[in-house]
């Protein structure tokens, strides 16, 4: 499981020109899911994106959680995080978890997520071309990786 995380003061998602979801201050999270990928990954992203001390105290310093500040979040399905490109011109996705896999994973790491913030937690449109807009904060962006092999560093 792979995430891209982004911390915005604002980010929205429109399908076919029509508005699906927005938010204000919190995170933006690009996911794609790897064959394999299971309970274990998602958990501890979930643990790891709502307590990752990536937002400012007083004085600044990246010492606050999105649950600290009550932000919120944007999840968006993007399984091209899973593109191979070290050989030829056009990327492999022979990794990336195929398409019913990927939904299921999406929608029990949306509920995760729902079931544990304290703030508002929108998605994105599964499978759908969509548009994303944000206003990266700081600007902090961040590649978090969870793979079956990482579980013995837990």
Not at 5 to 18: G, H, K
Not at 73 to 84: I, K, P, R
Request: overall charge negative; glycine content about 10%.
């Amino acid at each position: 499981m792979k995430v891209v995380l982004q911390r915005v003061s604002e980010a929205s998602v429109t399908v076919d020109d029509q508005p699906v979801a927005a938010i204000g201050l919190g995170l933006l999270l690009l996911v794609g899911f790897a064959r394999g990928d299971g309970e274990a990954e998602l958990k501890w992203m979930t643990e790891k994106v709502l307590h990752l001390r990536i937002f400012g105290d007083t004085e600044g310093q990246m010492n606050r959680s999105l649950q600290e500040i009550g932000g919120e979040l944007l999840v968006v399905s993007q399984f091209t995080l899973y593109g191979d490109v070290r050989k030829g011109r056009r990327p492999s996705f022979a990794h990336a978890a195929d398409s019913s896999l990927a939904r299921v994973q999406y929608d029990r790491f949306v509920g995760m997520l729902r079931a544990q913030s304290v703030g508002r937690v929108e998605d994105g449109e599964f499978g759908s071309r969509m548009q994303v807009s944000l206003v990266n904060e700081g600007p902090v962006t961040l590649v978090i990786e969870r793979a079956q092999t990482d579980q013995a560093d837990r």
